[in-house]
């Protein structure tokens, strides 16, 4: 059964009701998914309810391009800061649904968690997102760029611990799974969140951007003493396969100092650089096989951006500059966006902005031979 993302009503006269959006052709309410009809709810976008005049809805009928697994994918594995050994298993869902979590060893009150950028909840290590029961589950971020990445845009993830684990420290081996198992097209159309103005977010000498673009693109920059790390700039345009090819296998890093730090502190108990991570100190390097990329540290930050973007609840026609950002200040950034009804507009590909989303058209030859 389809879970809306809000329980609120919607009302249609004579049943025969059309959705006008700024700027976009009219759209039969029942060709919108209840999620996207949840999106205008919580952010206010304005809607106009018609009742057609011939009694006959008008409605876009856009190329069907959504896509979920054709089979499930179980992975195991440790959680990067409990330690914890975790199984998750991502499983096929229907047109509309979207991405959910569900935590199994919750076995009272609600276990459903939403993939949406308003139930996170604010942390500087990782993505946690919470229900209104409590319910949560974190460092989520790799397994939603691998999501994303795949164009993968139905799917319920069942969990049994509230820590997604860690594998190699990349999204790497979600993809494989993903890849292995393979991507089926359903039949619905896809539907992306175009951005209208330029939305920007500050915190110190962090900032985080989006841009009105026609693909989604990410642009990166970041700033450390470690001599190994430095000064490092990437930028890359996601559309069809490159996240995999260019992102999907840069793992996650940290300084020695931080890791010592977080220890003491209870947390990155499941980190191991001879496993799932990168440590840096100065100008060594701890990794197992070494570093995959020369400039493996800015290419994950783009990677963790691009799982924290696809909590907007559908793909982003947006550019997004990110300089030393993070978690909590990409996902105040979507917060912004949505703040204000003219920042945004939800549009239904039509086969050229569906042939530059993230994902379209990706196959097992793109899968980076170093992963």
Known sequence: MKRPLYGAAFFFLKSCVCVFVRGVSPICYSHVSTRYKALFEKTGQSLYLIVAANGVCRATMGTHVQSTLKTPVHFQGTGLHSGATVHLTVRPASTDYGIWFKRTDVLLGDAMIPARW?????TALCTRI???????VSTIEHLMAALAGCGIHNALIEIDAPEVPILDGS????VLGFLKAGIVRQDAPVWAIQVLKPVSVT?????ATLVPADEMRIDFHIDFVDEAIGQQTKELNLANGSFIRELCNSRTFCRQADVEAMQANGLALGGDPTENAVVFNGANVQAKGGLR???EPVRHKMLDAMGDLYLAGAPLLAHYQGHRAGHSL???????????PDNWRLVECDEAQTARLPGAGVHMGEFPAVA
């Open 118 to 122: 308003d139930v996170v909840e604010q």
């Open 130 to 136: 919470i229900n209104e029961a409590g319910v949560s």
């Open 171 to 174: 999204s790497a081996d979600f």
């Open 203 to 207: 915190r110190g000498d962090a900032k």
């Open 293 to 295: 990329h020369a400039d």
């Open 330 to 340: 990409t996902n105040a950034l979507l917060r912004e966006l949505f703040s204000q």
